[in-house]
Each structure stands twice: as C-alpha cells, then as structure tokens.
C-alpha cells in the first residue's frame, strides 16, 4: 500500500467533513511554468504610525487604540456580521434566505508590528491563547451566539490587508458550513464507536510516526492522511478535549509551544515569511452536549514549491474535488526536518 500511495494516483477521505480529495504523486516531477508571486521582503518598523492595528493609532471610525503592552482585541470595524439584524426568513420556490447576525472581533497578537506568531516568544504565544480561551468563554456565554470561529490569515496573499501581527474571531447565531459536517460526522462516530474520531485517528498516526512532525507532553502538529493544501497541517490535543476552555496551565504552555513550532518551521521551508490560514475548530456554544467533538487546529498554507509559487484552487478543483500532488508523507518529512 505504501508503493501504491506514493506512485499512483488516488483518492484519500476525510473522515471529519465525509469528502475525499485526489492524490496524483506522479505529477510532482512535472515542469513548472506557472505563476511566480513576489517575495515580500520588506522589514517592517516595530511601530507603524500608518496603522491603524499599533498601539495608540487612530482606527478608520476615529477610535484610538490603547498603548497596549501585550494583546489587544476590539470590535471589527467592519464586521461581516451584525449583531442587531433583524430576524427574518425569505422562502420564495428556489429562493432562500434567513436572517445571520453575530459577533466580530480583531485580536491584536502582539504591539510589535514587525513581528508574527513564528518571532514571538512562547510566553507571549501563550497570552495570545488566554485571550482566545477569554474571548471564546465571553462571545460563547451570548445567548445568541452559538458559534465562535478563531482564525488568522497571514500574508497578502492570502488576503491579508494589514501585516501586523492579528487574527479575527467571527461568532454567530447558526452553525457554518465546515462546522456543520465536522459536528455530523464526529458525532456519528462517537455514537458509534464511544470514543472521539480524533482520539482514534491520533493514536493510528502515532503508532504508524510517518505524518507526525513534532509532539509534546499533550499535543501533537501532523500533516493530516486527507490533507488537502501542500503543507497543511493540523494541531491536536492528545486528550480527548471540546474546546481551548478545557486547557490547563500546562496544556495551555504546550499548545503555544506547538504554534511556535509550526510556525518557525513554515518560516524556515522557504526562507520567508510563510502566508497562511489558520482556524481552530472546536465545539459549538449552543448548550447542547458536544462531547462528540475534539477540538483542533488547523494551517492551510498555499506555497507549493517555493516562496514564489502557489497552490492554485481551479479547474477540477473548483468543480469536481480538492486535488494536492505532493503527498502528505513527503511534506510531513520536508517539514519534520527542519
């Protein structure tokens, strides 16, 4: 099976979202005459008075911001959601829509505006989590909240428009797309097996070691069997966890540690500053027993072969099913070795 997967063309499931996406490991040896981005090698100041995410800048709606030491988070001043929409439903034949409101916030990571999470000390990771932890128990105890997604996007091109360190945190009165297969297929499993899929898959990765590129104490970053980007990886708690509320102090410390460390080695691939983007899955806060879930987090990022070239999702991508070339146990080797 080994010879196979890495010489033939294949499909591989995802078990946590019900899709499979195609493997071709033959067409990583072709030319490459694509797309070649720019490599963003501009140093950046440790205070941008043209930012407006630097402590003490004025935000785009006349707020100024707090000389924050630390971590900083407000309101989106854009927010893709509304809190006060109205409730309301349209249901015309084929035409239908309802009403989505919620909660957006920025999170500062750091005052440094030259840094990103790969340059911060695992200290200062860790405040970045306890906000999160803050964040996810405060926007989750809102009635009307009964989803908080924490994500990062890291670079232009990955539709970054401000390079200060930050990520957002979207909450929302119904469950989305990516949670809603992710919360159907892990509780089918647990009804079904008793114990979480996650926990199941992570032990049959730790006894194979041919994905895993670095553990601790009480997690583990690997390269998933499904992944779908290049080096798309995925941080999991070894213990069967629902949410970041269910960290300790210690656990707390390991999972920063574990954000340093695929970052500083994303950082280190290509010798640049490594686009991405990053979100923790976990339980909804909608009050019903979520024990089937075990949280994680995932990188989805798009370098295929160097800092200047990337993964593009077209053509059969875009309407049949995902497709990577390089399989996931080359890149976990890649990124192991680092």
Not at 120 to 137: H, N, S
Not at 159 to 173: E, R
Not at 210 to 223: A, D, K, M, S
Not at 230 to 255: G, R
């Amino acid at each position: 099976m080994e010879t196979e997967l890495k010489e033939f063309s294949h499909k591989r499931f995802n078990p946590l979202t019900g899709e499979w996406v195609l493997v071709s490991p033959h067409r990583s040896k072709r030319p490459w005459q694509g797309q070649q981005e720019e490599t963003n090698t501009e140093t950046r100041p440790s205070h941008d008075p043209s930012c407006y995410l630097c402590a003490g800048n004025t935000r785009a709606n006349g707020e100024k911001n707090p000389d924050y030491k630390e971590t900083f988070v407000f309101v989106n001043d854009f927010s893709a959601l509304q809190e006060n929409t109205p409730s309301f439903k349209v249901e015309e034949g084929l035409f239908k829509a309802e009403s989505e409101s919620g909660i957006c916030k920025v999170v500062c990571f750091s005052p440094d505006h030259s840094k990103s999470l790969a340059d911060m000390q695992i200290t200062a990771i860790e405040k970045v989590v306890k906000l999160w932890q803050q964040e996810f128990r405060d926007l989750g105890s809102n009635p009307k909240i009964n989803y908080v997604q924490i994500f990062e996007n890291k670079g232009s091109i990955m539709g970054c428009s401000n390079p200060h360190p930050h990520g957002q945190i979207w909450s929302q009165n119904t469950l989305p797309n990516e949670v809603v297969k992710k919360d159907n297929n892990q509780k089918t499993y647990f009804a079904s097996k008793g114990v979480s899929l996650l926990t199941d898959y992570l032990n049959q990765e730790l006894r194979e070691n041919e994905r895993i590129i670095y553990q601790n104490e009480n997690f583990v970053i690997l390269i998933p069997f499904w992944a779908v980007w290049p080096y798309e990886t995925m941080i999991i708690p070894k213990t069967h966890q629902v949410d970041i509320l269910s960290l300790d102090s210690k656990q707390t410390t390991d999972f920063a540690h574990a954000i340093s460390v695929i970052t500083g080695k994303y950082d280190r691939l290509f010798n640049t500053s490594f686009p991405y983007s990053s979100g923790i899955h976990q339980a909804p806060t909608n009050g019903l027993n979520n024990d089937h879930w075990h949280w994680h987090m995932s990188f989805y990022p798009p370098l295929l072969r160097s800092a200047t070239v990337k993964k593009f999702m077209v053509g059969y991508e875009m309407f049949a099913s995902p497709q990577r070339d390089i399989t996931a146990e080359s890149a976990a080797a890649i990124l192991k070795d680092l």
